[in-house]
């Protein structure tokens, strides 16, 4: 084997060695990235079916209702234009209140009911992930156009 053909064989070599890391790396995300999705999204089937996936928006009022077991809570998540019923097992997070910011993990099973593993309350009054914002504030001017009537922009932290 020349010196030539050995070099482009160490390069074939390390560039498979590259495109198998990269591969797995990918693979390895896939099942691990969790992506944010809002109730009009879900709605509009735009999350993914079978998959697990967060949620978010303003837990809707009135809508938090628990079972006698005390650990089993279902409650509404809205983004002022959709809403979408959720199911979860475990304690909730002190923040965790109607009318305020909230993300849930989880996935929709075959009842079409989000079941929530993980729910996540904001951290502070004034904070709301700027995707739930833009979600909400574009919610709320979908249904001004529509005749609705529209509240105040809900705050960013920057």
Not at 65 to 92: C, E, S, W
Not at 122 to 133: G, S
Request: glycine share 8%; net charge neutral.
């Amino acid at each position: 084997m020349t010196p030539r053909q050995k070099r482009l064989t160490w390069i074939v070599a390390g560039v498979a060695l590259v495109a198998a890391a990269v591969g797995l790396v990918l693979f390895a995300l896939k099942n691990n990235v969790s992506l944010y999705f809002t109730p009009t999204q879900v709605y509009n089937k735009e999350a993914p079916q079978g998959r697990n996936f967060r949620i978010g928006g303003l837990v809707e009022e009135g809508s938090v209702k628990r079972q006698i077991d005390g650990l089993t809570v279902h409650f509404n998540i809205t983004d002022t234009a959709q809403k979408m019923p959720v199911v979860y097992k475990g304690i909730l997070p002190d923040l965790f209140k109607e009318g305020k910011g909230v993300v849930a993990q989880g996935k929709i099973e075959a009842d079409g009911v989000f079941h929530a593993e993980e729910v996540l309350a904001k951290h502070d009054e004034n904070y709301m992930p700027p995707e739930a914002t833009d979600a909400i504030n574009k919610a709320e001017a979908a249904k001004a156009s529509a005749g609705g009537a529209s509240s105040a922009e809900y705050p960013v932290a920057k």
